[in-house]
C-alpha cells in the first residue's frame, strides 16, 4: 500500500506541476547525424528515461535544444550507436614509407585516418565539430576514444550483431584475416569486395593489389582472394562479374594463409617492403582493422 501510495503521489505531482521551458547547447565538439534524443535521469528506478519532453525542438547550426518539461535533474542526448552500420565500404592502401591511409565509408560519414608505426592522424571528415583532433599525430587508442566521444559511431561493441545486419563469419578467420591484412598493408592495398557477404562463415573474400605508391590503385590492378582456415588463393572471379564463380586465378598456387598468397605474386620490392616492416607498425593497423570488424560490419 506505501509503495502504491508513493506512486498516486507522484503521478498526482507530474499531474499538477507546470511545464517548465528549457534549453541548452550541445557540446561544440559533438556530432549528431540525426536529431538527438533526450533524456532524464530517474532515481527511483536508477535508470535514464526519455519520456516527459515534449515541444522538443533542434537548431542544427547553433546546436542549441529547447524543449518543455515537468522534471528538473540530469538530462542528456542520446543517438543511435549504431546509425553508421553496416558500412558501405572501405579500403586501407599504403601511403609512403611506414604509413597507410585508411578509408571508411558509413552510412552517414566518411572518415579517413593516416597510421604509422605508433600514431595515428584524423584526415577527414572537415565538421568544424571535429576541429580538435583533425590532423594532430594521436596514439590509436586515445583517437579512436575521442572519435567515439564526438559521436563517430565506427566502433561495433561486442553485442552490436544483434541490432545490425552483418556478414556473419567465424571468428577465427576473421582474426587471421586482420592479422594477414595488417602483415602485409606496407605493400598491398585492400579494400570491400561484394562477394564476401556471399561466400558463407568459413570463408572471407577480400580485394588486395600491390601497390607502393601514394596514388590510389587503378581498378584493374585488385583482385579477389578467397581465404578459409589453412587454405588461401587468388580467384578468377572480380567484383565487376555478375556471379560468383569458385575458380582459381591461373598460373597461381594454393597458400596456408593470406600473407603467403600475397607474396606468390609480389614484386621483389614489395617483398623487401612487407619483410622490413616494424611490428609497431602492424600492431598499429591491426588495432584499426580489429577496432572497425570492417570483414563483418560492411
Known amino acids: 500500500e506505501e509503495g502504491g501510495e508513493a506512486a498516486l503521489s507522484q503521478i498526482t505531482k507530474e499531474l499538477t506541476w507546470p511545464l517548465l521551458n528549457m534549453s541548452f547547447t550541445v557540446a ?19 535508470c535514464w528515461r526519455t519520456d516527459g519532453f515534449e515541444d522538443v525542438k533542434f537548431e542544427e547550426e547553433t546546436g542549441k535544444i529547447s524543449f ?14 549504431y546509425n553508421n552500420m553496416p558500412f558501405q565500404s572501405w579500403e586501407i592502401r599504403p601511403h609512403g614509407p611506414g604509413c597507410v591511409i585508411f578509408t571508411l565509408i558509413a552510412a552517414s560519414v566518411e572518415i579517413e585516418i593516416s597510421i604509422k608505426e605508433n600514431l595515428c592522424c584524423l584526415n577527414s571528415p572537415e565538421d568544424y565539430e571535429l576541429d580538435g583532433i583533425r590532423n594532430k599525430w594521436l596514439p590509436s587508442h586515445i583517437l579512436i576514444q575521442k572519435l567515439m566521444a564526438a559521436g563517430i559511431n565506427v566502433f561495433p561493441s561486442e553485442d552490436a550483431d544483434k541490432y545490425v545486419s552483418i556478414s556473419n563469419k567465424e571468428d577465427e578467420i576473421e582474426t587471421l584475416m586482420y592479422e594477414q591484412m595488417a602483415l602485409a598493408s606496407s605493400a598491398f592495398a585492400f579494400s570491400w569486395s561484394r562477394w564476401n557477404a556471399d561466400c558463407g562463415e568459413k570463408r572471407m573474400i577480400v580485394r588486395g593489389a600491390e601497390n607502393l605508391t601514394t596514388a590510389p590503385v587503378d581498378e584493374d590492378m585488385w583482385k579477389n582472394y578467397s581465404c578459409e582456415p589453412q587454405k588461401c588463393y587468388t580467384l578468377k572471379c572480380t567484383d565487376d562479374d555478375d556471379d560468383l564463380f569458385d575458380e582459381k586465378l591461373e598460373e597461381t598456387q594454393f597458400h596456408p594463409d593470406l600473407f603467403h598468397c600475397l607474396k606468390e605474386g609480389a614484386s621483389p620490392d614489395a617483398t623487401k617492403t612487407m619483410s622490413s616492416t616494424p611490428y609497431g607498425f602492424v600492431d598499429n593497423v591491426s588495432t584499426w582493422l580489429f577496432a572497425t570488424k570492417v570483414l563483418t560490419f560492411s
Open 28 to 46: 561544440p565538439n559533438a556530432i549528431f547525424t540525426e536529431e538527438p534524443m533526450l533524456a532524464r535521469w530517474e532515481d527511483s528506478q536508477q
Open 68 to 81: 518543455k518539461s515537468q522534471f528538473i535533474g540530469p538530462i542528456v542526448t542520446f543517438q543511435d550507436s
